[in-house]
């Protein structure tokens, strides 16, 4: 399969200040990046959609002025909680499209784990 | 919008037997659906999809079957083993340019 990565890992970072996350495509162009948030034991919520070269389709619900999505180009979308807050601790987990037979498929990045103090 | 639902939530099998998980979806026109299996702090990882011409695929152990007029699809699970212990989550697509709606999870226990 297609292979997704995603940096950091796991961050911790006081409350008030900003996190970037980065997610990388690396054998494969993606024109199209998603970015789910998963709390513990729960499924994964879609936060964004996020297409190369343009603006991010965000989510009901989702502030896309705290949660900032940039999709530059076809490898690389990154994610930036701004003035985070302990209640966006969270694993925040990128997914890359790409077409394989004609249908598109989804793979995800390892996730990272934001915690806030 | 599309909608997933997927049962049960927990299942604890002994090593060896079979895993059924089912999920339903709500849109006719979903053509697309993944199973993925996530261990505890990791990714999810595509385990197997079908498509919604086929009726079923089977890759090794694992199966998915698709009712496209009941509007529900399963994962099968045979033999299992203490490693096949993890969640697994249903997803459905409506058409090739829209995201993938989750289901809730399959906690998934083999008890050895």
């Known amino acids: 399969g297609a292979v997704v990565s995603q940096h950091p890992s796991w961050v911790i970072c006081k409350s008030g200040t900003s996190v970037k996350i980065e997610c990388r495509s690396l054998d494969f162009q993606a024109t199209t990046m998603f970015w789910y948030r998963q709390f513990p034991k729960q499924s994964l919520m879609l936060m964004a959609t996020s297409n190369e070269g343009s603006k991010a389709t965000y989510e009901q619900g989702v502030e896309k002025d705290k949660f900032l999505i940039n999709h530059a180009s076809l490898t690389l979308s990154t994610l930036t909680v701004t003035s985070a807050h302990p209640e966006d601790s969270s694993f925040y987990i990128c997914s890359a499209r790409w077409v394989r037979d004609g249908t598109y498929e989804q793979y995800f990045g390892p996730g990272t784990r934001l915690t806030v103090t | 919008g599309e909608n997933v639902e997927q049962h049960p939530s927990t299942l604890s099998v002994q090593e060896g037997d079979s895993a059924v998980i089912k999920c339903t979806y709500s849109?006719?026109?979903?053509?697309?659906f993944p199973w993925y299996k996530q261990e505890l702090g990791k990714r999810p990882q595509l385990i197997i999809d079908?498509?919604?011409?086929?009726g079923e695929k089977k890759d090794q152990r694992i199966a998915v079957t698709l009712n496209k007029t009941a509007k529900h699809f399963s994962l099968h699970i045979t033999e299992t083993q203490p490693e096949d212990s993890a969640v697994y989550f249903c997803?459905?697509?409506?058409?090739?340019?829209?995201?993938?709606?989750f289901g809730k999870g399959t906690r998934l226990s083999v008890i050895a």
């Open positions: 849109d006719s026109a979903s053509n697309y």
């Open positions: 997803a459905a697509r409506f058409s090739g340019n829209t995201p993938l709606v």
């Open positions: 079908i498509r919604s011409n086929v």
